[in-house]
């Protein structure tokens, strides 16, 4: 098949499970420009496809995966692609990349994207094979690991076959179930996993030959490449990434005040040094693992073995967020047990981020006494106690006993059981914390609250790198903000600090990390404080794949338009300015850490907050206006958020 | 006197080839944890937060003998 589209095919498979059929769906091309991928093309779909009152597990929740127009190019950073849908866990918009091979071999098979829709009666998978796809019965997949899985279609399909799937926790609706890409790669957060089992649907493999994609410029792609590669060699933040992976924040951000400790009461952990990245790298076998066509290769997979904890590299190994949160947040000091959890969770498919806050969720209830062994079955639940917790990650992939009430997520456990539980799920929208404590950096307080997906940490850059002024003149720069410049952010701001200035800084972040979710880029490579390449360097290469005359400009409004589509897609679901809070433990002084007494001020919070949304052209409501949606070149969004208010006061 | 750093992040690049991510040596009395950073090289914004045996302490805290100091950069999280 020949490819018509520097960039992109024009070709998305639309697969409808109940009637057990399939479609090619083409857009006009100038919505390719319009989107980029990822985020924006899911969103095109979801806002006008999916009725506002779609129910998440329902047949009628659409699941869209989505490649953008630099996928599967021969240049670092361009490995992820896009899962998104109406989520379980929060009730709005569910948005997640995933790295790894999936999303180029998807582009090598002809196909943009999926839309999957409706049921199937029974477990299905679909087997994409270049043009051609097949939904095939997967009665032999149902209840099994998902590394086994991933064993059995490759053994039926050829080894090169790449797949996604949800787990047994997928299978079984826990609300943040997973889908892993080949076993080490995560659509982690807003439960997409559970969308996919709602569906019948246990995995997509797909195998494309079509691997020389078109590209408008090579010859200028081919020279970014070369400047991005030798780059990688000699930034010490970068070759620093190879070789100890996220695992290396560990021991630093515990220093500086801002691990997750004991379920965010405190922000130190006397432990860190023995679940940090030096230690995983001297204490567990391991080596490095990349994305595809990826210089920096970041992914440590490791294994070992230390009394019940058993560490295969079968799911590679865990990163920052999961060691902070099944470790420190966990009052847990064994690297080995923080990476027998981890790996837990990846063979049930469950989120590790929102299962370890669960579970401190739940330890601490039980030592303030506000759940007993009468709630847990008899369980008694402390601290730094492993053992228990892998006991509680089965029965809450397979909804058994206590593990049922976890199954549904901290927000929705503590609404259930009541007693003032609530105050001790540390959660946005009903979506938990990622391992950053805000108190320490009030820019990711305000991310936390205002993103679409609930609490998450990629809303934007976090505060402290931008808190001094940097050196222009420098080769590579290290932890300043030169790099935001070429925007016109030139001052440094504090870290503690959400006054309009940091407000803006904010706004300015969110596009850039905008910018990732929809060209399906790996922030890895080009964000801010870490770049490899530039973020012109990262408009050059729009550019060099799609032969558009683009800028920086045009890029970054593509990724403001995708936070003002998700805002909107969430305020036709009911959402408002009341559901971009933080628990009240926020405004309340850290117990203990370097930052011990530190508290988010709600005043600045909620005036930064309005500021926000005005900066944004969005009113007091936090509902993007008319004016800005025509702005940003989605007119049609303004329809339907009217048709919803119209509905509303009938 | 003699003391031992403990180096995270971009900083380990200061470190002694043969310790990874540990500088130890003699420094002169009186030295604090910025005059440490600038004869080892750090850039000026470099560092962001620093412990004393387990202690954490501003960057212009001197350093007594035989300590033990950790400095760490700017910290997002899995970046840093």
Redesign the interface.
Known sequence: MEQKFAGFWNRILRVDLTSRTTQVVELDPLLYRYYMGGRNLALHFLLKEVAPDTKPLSPQNKLILMTSVVTGAPISGQARHTAAAISPLTGGLADSQCGGWWGAELKFATWDGIIIEGKADKLVYLWIEDEHVQILPADDLHGRLTHEVMEILRNRHGAKARTLQCGIAGENLVRYANITADCRNFHGRGGLGAVMGSKNLRAVAVRGTHRRLKIADPEKLNQIATWFSRSVKIH??VS??HEL?????I???S????LPTYNFQDG?FEGAEKIGG?TMKRELNGSTETCYACAVSCKRSVEGEKGAFKVTRNYGGP???SIGLLGSNLGVDDIYAVAACNERCNALGLDTISTGLTLSWAVECFERGLISEADTGGLRLKWNDPHTYLDLIDAIASRRGFGDLLAEGSWAAASKIGRGSEKYSMTSKGQEF???EPRGKWGVALGYAVSPTGAD?LQA??D??F?????PS?EFN???LTDLNPTGILEPVPAEDLSAAKVRLFIYLQYIWGVHDVLDWC??TA?P??RAISLNQLAEVVGAVTGWKTSLFEVLKAGERGVTMARAFNVRRGFSADDDRLPDRMFEPLRG??LKGHCIDRQQFERGKQLYYAMMGWDERGVPGEAKLEELGVGWVWQLLAERSAAGRQ | MWIKVKLYGTLRRLASPQTPGIWQGEIPEGWTIRDLLAHLGAGRYEACAAMINGAACPLETEIPADAEVVVVPPVGGGLC
């Not at chain 1, 992976?245 to 924040?249: I, R």
């Open positions: 010490p933040a620093l990434h992976g996220t695992s290396k924040g021991v630093p951000v220093v500086a005040g801002m130190s030096e990163e920052y967020e990622a391992n950053h940490h850059a976090h402290p790198w808190t001094n002024p940097g050196d420098a290290w932890v300043d922030i890895f964000v404080e870490f850490g370097t």
